[in-house]
């Protein structure tokens, strides 16, 4: 079968990864792609939101499955263009993919189906969110309502930084439109866990949990980035997390959007935050997080394909999703001065590395063919992935690999997974 992914990050190289290990495959594309994922499809130079082009594309090529990985184009709606003509494609139809693209909608979905999650509010305006916060307990978390690349969440220690918070996201609008609406939300603290999970509409499959580190610098501080590194399992998620979060969480959220005519098919992410009152959603993706699949997919045993084709007709139940019992850390390599600004072009050296190494992985998120080889293309350039037999000798392992490769101001945080030792 002919495979057509959608998206140019780490993450679809993940993706790209598994599909090209099914023998079911005969021929990747991915648009727009980058230059690791080049090396196992053909790259063809169409934007993840030119909708028209890759349906075009799709009909042109007889691509049989199509799977859409970033949040824009699923928010967007690309999947119901591609359903509309004809075509097979997994990911959330777009009103099923509000679950991420709006979080007044998602917090608002959880009180009405009793789901754990925090307190919170949702404003249209900045004068009255700024009314609010005069009697709100702080710190207190500020959230811009629309897809922010991962960034448009602002913890507030103090009123002032929540005023200016306030004004940054409604008024200045540092996230764009993502900042109409915001929601303020209670700030909670406990460890942090990701869960990958399979949807098919009414059925859930929960993937193995992953823990990302979302801070520039060592020791969670600087910004906030996309991603710097990522490790599976967690060891934070234990059988008592999971058993409650099976009972009022996961299957809770599917049902829900089942109910309210949003039935959601493709891949849901749980931001999951372990409080001392139990677990609590932080936020919903509707889609394979970044770097969070470059740890889960590749400890994944299932052929992909069985799986998202289950997904789309519907017979996810019938799957026995089944990883590794091994580990897997993602250190990433960036370029100096991300996540603000930081030079592109730059020679990769080293990445022959990789090859034929079982066990170690890289994977591209920006990077670019160039006549002279490949070169850095974006803030994340590269995500060192390596398993171990547990999660300290896969975190020693990934280190390892990450001096293997070179480039002019290469970034990389030095501590991730160091919560493996505290564990």
């Not at 969480?249 to 109910?259: K, L, R, S």
Request: aromatic residues 8%.
């Amino acid at each position: 079968m002919k495979v057509l992914i959608v998206g140019s990050g780490g993450r679809e190289h993940a993706i790209a990864a598994s599909v090209a290990k099914s023998t079911k495959v005969d021929k990747i594309y991915c648009a727009p792609g980058n230059a690791g994922i080049g090396q196992i499809a053909e790259c063809v130079p169409i934007g993840a939101m030119e909708f028209d082009r890759i349906v075009d594309f799709a009909k042109e090529k007889e691509i049989d499955l199509t799977i859409v990985g970033m949040d824009d184009p699923l928010v967007g709606g690309l999947v119901d263009e591609l359903e509309a003509a004809g075509m097979r494609v997994f990911g959330p139809r777009k009103n099923a993919a509000i679950l991420e693209g709006s979080k007044a909608f998602s917090k608002d979905l959880m009180k009405k189906y009793h789901i754990p999650t925090a307190a919170y509010e949702n404003f249209d305006d900045a004068e009255s969110a700024l009314a609010y916060l005069e009697n709100a307990k702080m710190p207190v978390v500020l959230k811009a309502d629309g897809l922010a690349l991962g960034k448009g969440v602002l913890i507030c220690q103090t009123l002032e930084e929540a005023k200016e918070g306030v004004r940054t996201i409604m008024e200045d609008k540092k996230f764009g439109e993502a900042g109409n609406r915001m929601v303020v939300e209670e700030f909670m603290t406990g460890r942090e866990v990701s869960v990958l999970s399979f949807v098919d509409g009414k059925t859930i499959k929960i993937m193995s949990s992953a823990q990302d580190h979302k801070r520039a610098l060592d020791g969670d501080q600087g910004l906030n980035t996309g991603g710097m590194g990522t490790f599976s399992p967690s060891p934070f998620y234990t059988e008592e997390v999971d058993t409650f979060c099976r009972k009022y969480i996961y299957q809770a959220t599917v049902d829900a959007m089942a109910e309210e005519g949003r039935p959601f098919k493709g891949v849901i992410f749980f931001g999951l935050m372990l409080t001392q009152d139990g677990p609590r959603v932080l936020e919903y993706n509707a889609r394979f997080g970044d770097p969070e699949a470059q740890v889960v997919l590749p400890r994944m045993k299932n052929d992909m394909i069985d799986v998202v084709e289950a997904c789309i007709d519907g017979t996810l139940d019938q799957i026995d999703l089944q990883f590794e019992d091994n580990a897997a850390v993602c250190v990433v390599l960036a370029s100096e001065g991300y996540p603000v600004s930081y030079d592109k072009g730059l020679p990769i050296k080293g990445l022959e590395h990789f090859e034929n190494k079982e066990g170690y992985y890289c994977f591209h998120a920006g990077t670019k063919q160039t006549e002279q080889g490949i070169v850095t293309n974006g803030g994340r350039v590269l995500g060192v992935t390596a398993k171990g037999a547990n999660l300290k000798e896969a975190r020693a392992n990934a280190y390892k690999a990450a001096e293997w490769v070179t480039f002019d101001n290469k970034y990389m945080r030095n501590d991730i997974g160091k919560a493996i030792d505290e564990a």
